[in-house]
């Protein structure tokens, strides 16, 4: 995996702000998450029952939660990040070692159809967080190379854990706005489940 980050964040560093940026109204976020064996499925679900009703970065920045999956070969059209509503940000999900080969195959998919159009990045520009939804210090290790990609790497401790899958919702979202020029400090992670992180 190794070989795949290298190219990645050359790639990534070459590049300028990508199309991974909120809409005007700032308002509505679509996230896509990448993950197999319901991996995806679950974390999804768990961000849902957390934030019912949005998601709130700071006392000002309030975000509806648009969640669309992602489990199969991301070479085909239906699973393509191209398809509309275009993404702003993007969640890796695996609990094993099958679900950490996907991943891995789906960056160096992506990287693939990039280098055949040299103004895309890789993920078409958006920002990643790596999600570790298992357990095994070995596949904790390989996920937390994550951060050689220069995205948030989390272990959410194998059991959905709340508090875990807010500080990746707060990376990802942090993330999205950085890029989108709307944050120019990060913002702690150590807060619970509840709606503000900030």
């Given at each position: 995996?190794?070989?795949?980050?290298?190219?990645?964040?050359?790639?990534?560093?070459?590049?300028?702000?990508?199309?991974?940026?909120?809409?005007?109204?700032?308002?509505?976020?679509?996230?896509?998450?990448?993950?197999?064996?319901?991996?995806?499925?679950?974390?999804?679900?768990?961000?849902?029952?957390?934030?019912p009703?949005?998601?709130?970065?700071?006392?000002?920045?309030?975000?509806?939660?648009?969640?669309?999956?992602?489990?199969?070969?991301?070479?085909?059209?239906?699973?393509?990040?191209?398809?509309?509503?275009?993404?702003?940000?993007?969640?890796?999900?695996y609990?094993?070692?099958?679900?950490?080969?996907?991943?891995?195959?789906?960056?160096?998919?992506?990287?693939?159809?990039?280098?055949?159009?040299?103004?895309?990045?890789?993920?078409?520009?958006?920002?990643?967080?790596?999600?570790?939804?298992?357990?095994?210090?070995?596949?904790?290790?390989?996920?937390?190379?994550?951060?050689?990609?220069?995205?948030?790497?989390?272990?959410?401790?194998?059991?959905?854990?709340?508090?875990?899958?807010?500080?990746?919702?707060?990376?990802?979202?942090?993330?999205?706005?950085?890029?989108a020029?709307r944050?120019?400090?990060?913002?702690?992670?150590?807060?619970?489940?509840?709606?503000?992180?900030?």
């Amino acid at each position: 995996m190794d070989g795949v980050i290298e190219q990645l964040l050359h790639r990534r560093e070459a590049g300028t702000n990508g199309g991974g940026v909120l809409g005007t109204n700032g308002r509505l976020l679509h996230l896509v998450v990448v993950g197999a064996r319901a991996s995806a499925q679950l974390v999804a679900q768990a961000m849902r029952q957390v934030h019912p009703q949005g998601f709130r970065l700071d006392d000002k920045a309030q975000y509806a939660l648009d969640f669309r999956i992602i489990d199969g070969d991301v070479g085909l059209p239906h699973n393509s990040f191209h398809t509309e509503p275009l993404p702003h940000g993007c969640l890796c999900v695996y609990a094993s070692q099958p679900g950490l080969e996907y991943i891995r195959e789906s960056l160096e998919k992506t990287l693939l159809a990039n280098l055949e159009q040299e103004d895309r990045l890789p993920f078409h520009g958006l920002p990643l967080v790596m999600v570790f939804a298992g357990q095994g210090d070995f596949l904790r290790e390989e996920g937390n190379r994550a951060k050689s990609l220069q995205c948030p790497f989390v272990d959410d401790g194998g059991g959905l854990d709340p508090v875990r899958l807010e500080q990746a919702l707060c990376a990802l979202v942090e993330s999205i706005e950085r890029r989108a020029g709307r944050l120019h400090r990060r913002c702690p992670l150590s807060r619970g489940p509840g709606r503000t992180c900030g």
